[in-house]
């Protein structure tokens, strides 16, 4: 890595389908109620884990000691968390609950460029709201493009290379939409866990620690640690059971996360959403992402050098959530990137995406567009459906998160217009494999390749 400094910031050393912006959609924003956000999807919080009162000396103490160091507008967001019975959540991989990881924050020390009150203050943003979570990326201040260019370019004086990120950070946009609605899934159904990582990739060593079930990669313990192995996750095995992986974001998210703690302008990425989804990419594209260009390495599955494709999508869902998820792929798509059918029917589709969400869960999808800049090949974006309504035309709607609207609020799109689009989605296996067994994905597109380096042989 090149060295360069940074004063005043603290800075140390799917095939024919192409992510890029979402294309003008017909939605609607709900109407915001306060300070909570205006819809919430079931099972927003647990049952099991809903408490909204202190009931120890120490939850006292430390909820005492949050208030003392806020302003008023986010005691007021830190009261909401306490009686909406968020804060007092524990469904972390560690059995720490919000307050806990929230009080470490305060009281523990914070990487050298990241102030500790404007963690806190995110904090309780997400917590008032999760759609405040965007993958908008954030520009470079002057004073430091020099020294991000001479990054990228790894020194390099050539005028051409230094041209070329220059025009890269002036006109990025980020294809980071996958990893930000894992991130939104994770605040919102798995909050406690959600800030145990937010605390640890604030830390000094930007990192944490995570065991996981072996079965939420695969029914088999040897294609699991495959897997692990496939994607360079850094990992112990301890049993056939459990392994235990370590997250961290690339080394250049911590320049990106320290700049936006003094320069952080409205509608752009928070320090949180940068250090998270930069893990997430890094878990996803087999340690190969950068957080400067937005760029990730080529693989066996994938030529493409920007967002992860469905199953790369998957394998981060499953490893973050703990949880066995099944992409499974809607559109037929032709070498072409063209759509030529579809797997199943809209009724179908419909009832899959409605039976996941009475389980509980959200369901991150990828839509697809004709894109009239690249001869109407399939364009792709990642968005969250967190709810399912009926208009009162009768008219079926589904709730949704964008990360990429610019909308601090769910927005609502007609199932008329979003079932068509659907290329693949994440499900739980037992909805997944109801018509017929799924194959694990990972295993389609290794075939896929293997089969295409065959007949190019």
């Known amino acids: 890595m090149a060295s360069v400094n940074f004063p005043n910031v603290n800075i140390y050393q799917t095939p024919g389908i192409t992510k890029k912006a979402p294309a003008d959609k017909p939605v609607s924003t709900p109407k915001e109620q306060g300070s909570a956000p205006a819809f919430r999807a079931e099972a927003y919080t647990s049952a099991l884990t ?4 202190l009931n120890t000396k120490e939850e006292k103490k430390k909820y005492e ?32 609950s919000v307050l806990d990881n929230l009080h470490k924050i305060l009281k523990e020390e914070r990487d050298p460029g990241l102030d500790k009150i404007n963690i806190l203050q995110e904090c309780l943003d997400i917590l008032a709201n999760p759609y405040v979570i965007t993958q908008t990326c954030e520009d470079i201040p002057a004073q430091y493009k020099r020294q991000v260019i001479g990054l990228i370019t790894n020194l390099s004086e050539d005028p051409k290379d230094i041209a070329q990120a220059k ?31 937010v605390e640890g990739l604030t830390s000094p060593k930007n990192e944490v620690v995570k065991t996981i079930k072996m079965n939420s990669l695969s029914d088999k313990s040897s294609d699991a640690i495959w897997l692990l192995t496939k994607f360079k996750t850094p990992n112990q095995i301890n049993d056939f059971e459990t392994a235990t992986v370590l997250l961290k974001p690339d080394e250049h998210a911590i320049i990106r996360a320290r700049i936006q703690n003094h320069h952080r302008d409205k509608g752009e990425r928070s320090m949180i959403d940068v250090l998270m989804q930069s893990t997430l990419m890094q878990l996803g594209s087999q340690q190969t992402y950068n957080s400067l260009t937005d760029k990730r390495a080529p693989n066996v599955w994938t030529q493409e050098d920007g967002g992860l494709i469905d199953f790369e999508k998957t394998y981060v869902e499953s490893v973050v959530e703990d949880k066995n998820t099944t992409s499974v792929t809607y559109q037929i798509v032709d070498e072409n990137g ?13 009832k899959e995406l409605l039976d996941t969400l009475k389980m509980g869960h959200n369901i991150i999808i990828g839509y697809t567009w004709p894109d009239p800049e690249n001869d109407n090949r399939l364009a792709g974006h990642e968005i969250t459906i967190v709810g399912y309504k009926t208009g009162p035309n009768g008219e079926g709607v589904f709730i949704c998160q ?24 994440g499900l739980p296996d037992e909805i997944a494999s109801r018509d017929f067994k799924y194959e694990d994905s990972w295993k389609i597109g290794l075939d896929e390749f293997q089969d295409m380096k065959k007949q190019s042989a």
């Open 50 to 53: 809903v408490r909204t009162r």
């Open 65 to 96: 000691e949050l208030s003392e160091e806020l302003d008023l507008k986010y005691r007021n967001k830190l009261e909401f968390a306490l009686k909406s019975g968020l804060l007092l959540k524990n469904d972390s991989n560690d059995r720490s």
């Open 167 to 197: 025009w890269d950070l002036d006109n990025m946009h980020t294809g980071t939409c996958p990893a930000a609605s894992i991130e939104f899934d994770l605040a919102t159904k798995h909050t406690a866990e959600f800030f145990r990582m």
């Open 338 to 350: 063209r759509l030529t059918g579809y797997e199943k029917d809209f009724a179908t589709i419909k």
């Open 402 to 425: 964008d990360s990429d609207d610019n909308i601090s609020a769910p927005i609502e799109m007609s199932e008329k217009f979003l079932l068509p689009k659907i290329h693949h989605a």
